[in-house]
């Protein structure tokens, strides 16, 4: 079911510099295993990627349970001005799950922004049989992966009722199926960036997701918020693809910027010497 998805991802997800490791790649082609024929026995065909829906309103009054077994509701994590990066996964995944979010873990360590302070990821299960107690492991887990269990108040780790996952998936674009053969769900691997409003802002596929257009993707997503005056340069130049997931240089702003950067060297050089040349001369004579 979700072998379409997969492969996209794996012939098309953004690459992070690195090649991907060897593990992540035999639990890629173990899950495109298993993946195809559950998919042709269902006779849906797979589950391809999300149908994109940019722009698209969150539903913010969907109410959930938080690792604490405390009820929450989505608006509560959109009171602060803070972007937020939204996964769906199921707790018990026996794989691509896992895969997802020890990529997005990996990605936010080399982030220049504090997870909890800048922005939140919020963990959404879309199995409504899972569990707080396990969603609390989960959370214990990944904080201790990602390396700063100070940033705890940032993750959240959420169940719900099926009604209102089920309107959360589709406002997203998220599709997913249970196969009683199997004993798992079929679903994409994707996580998505929501502006601090609760909007889609961006769409990232499989399950490494490069630091630098998570980064430019959290920045844009703040409304300026974030960010240096390095990010709004980057921001200039690069703009977000939604057919690959991935910020691309566009050629023209380069060049205007280079051509910028050009003249304001030239014309500090000649400032410099304008101020100078007088003074030299001063003491020659």
């Not at 991935?246 to 304001?264: D, E, P, Q």
């Not at 500090?268 to 003491?283: A, Y």
Request: hydrophobic content about 40%; proline content about 6%; glycine content about 10%.
């Amino acid at each position: 079911m979700a072998a379409k998805a997969l492969q996209t991802d794996a012939t098309g997800r953004p690459a992070v510099g690195t090649a991907a490791s060897p593990r992540r790649l035999l639990a890629m082609a173990v899950v495109l295993f298993l993946a195809w024929p559950l998919a042709a026995q269902m006779g849906k065909g797979p589950i391809g990627v999300p149908a994109q829906k940019l722009g698209a309103q969150v539903p913010l009054n969907l109410a959930f349970r938080d690792e604490f077994d405390r009820p929450v509701t989505l608006g509560s994590f959109f009171n602060q001005g803070k972007p937020v990066i939204l996964t769906l996964v199921y707790y018990e995944c026996p794989m691509l799950c896992s895969e997802v979010l020890n990529g997005l873990s990996s990605s936010m360590r080399m982030l220049p922004f504090e997870l909890g302070k800048q922005y939140d990821v919020v963990t959404v299960s879309f199995n409504p049989k899972d569990t707080t107690e396990v969603g609390r492991a989960k959370k214990r887990g990944y904080l201790q992966r990602y390396g700063h269990p100070e940033a705890a108040n940032g993750w959240h780790f959420l169940v719900g009722e099926e009604a209102n996952i089920h309107a959360l998936t589709e406002a997203v674009g998220f599709h997913y199926q249970w196969d009683p053969q199997y004993q798992q769900y079929a679903h994409p691997a994707v996580i998505m960036v929501l502006t601090t409003d609760g909007r889609i802002a961006q769409y990232y596929y499989g399950v490494d997701y490069p630091p630098r257009d998570l980064r430019l993707g959290l920045v844009q997503a703040s409304h300026d918020r974030i960010g240096t005056v390095v990010d709004q340069v980057l921001l200039y130049c690069y703009h977000y693809d939604p057919r690959t997931g991935r910020y691309g240089a566009v050629i023209g702003n380069v060049l205007k910027a280079a051509g910028a950067a050009t003249v304001l060297i030239l014309g500090s050089v000649l400032v410099f010497f304008f101020r100078h040349e007088p003074r030299k001369r001063t003491g020659q004579v």
